[in-house]
Nanobody
Framework: VQLQAYGGGLVQAGGSLRLSCVASGRTSWLGSVGWFRQAPGKEREFVAAITRSGASIYYTDSVRGRFTISRDNANNTMFLQMNRLNPEDTAVYYC??????????????????????WGQGTQVTVSS
């Protein structure tokens, strides 16, 4: 499975961006999808995750209420709608996926170790 993330860019504080992540290859058993981000000088951190069915969704506290994760399984595409962006959201955003199609490992969705496939990252810069 290959993941391609795109949609990043430069936006003013208070603005919005929508990130997309397209999966290709052997996607039949594509499971949970997560978004992570890494700001300069910081470790990569969890942002949001969604199981294949969409029944379980997780957010880190700092983005809850501003970001929305979703997916279109028919087109193997996942999204991260980011609203009310602030400079602290500036980072490279990565999408990740695993093969947990039944969602049995959903409770571990916040951990990088739960993901086997990673996209290349897309830069999001929020100016003040």
């Amino acid at each position: 499975v290959q993941l391609q993330a795109y949609g990043g860019g430069l936006v003013q504080a208070g603005g919005s961006l929508r990130l997309s992540c397209v999966a290709s290859g052997r996607t039949s058993w594509l499971g949970s999808v997560g978004w992570f981000r890494q700001a300069p000088g910081k470790e990569r951190e969890f942002v949001a995750a969604i199981t294949r069915s969409g029944a379980s969704i997780y957010y880190t506290d700092s983005v809850r209420g501003r970001f929305t994760i979703s997916r279109d399984n028919a087109n193997n595409t996942m999204f991260l709608q980011m609203n009310r962006l602030n400079p602290e959201d500036t980072a490279v955003y990565y999408c990740a996926a695993n093969n947990d199609a039944l969602g049995r490992l959903a409770s571990r969705s916040r951990s990088e170790k739960s993901y086997r496939y990673w996209g290349q990252g897309t830069q999001v810069t929020v100016s003040s």
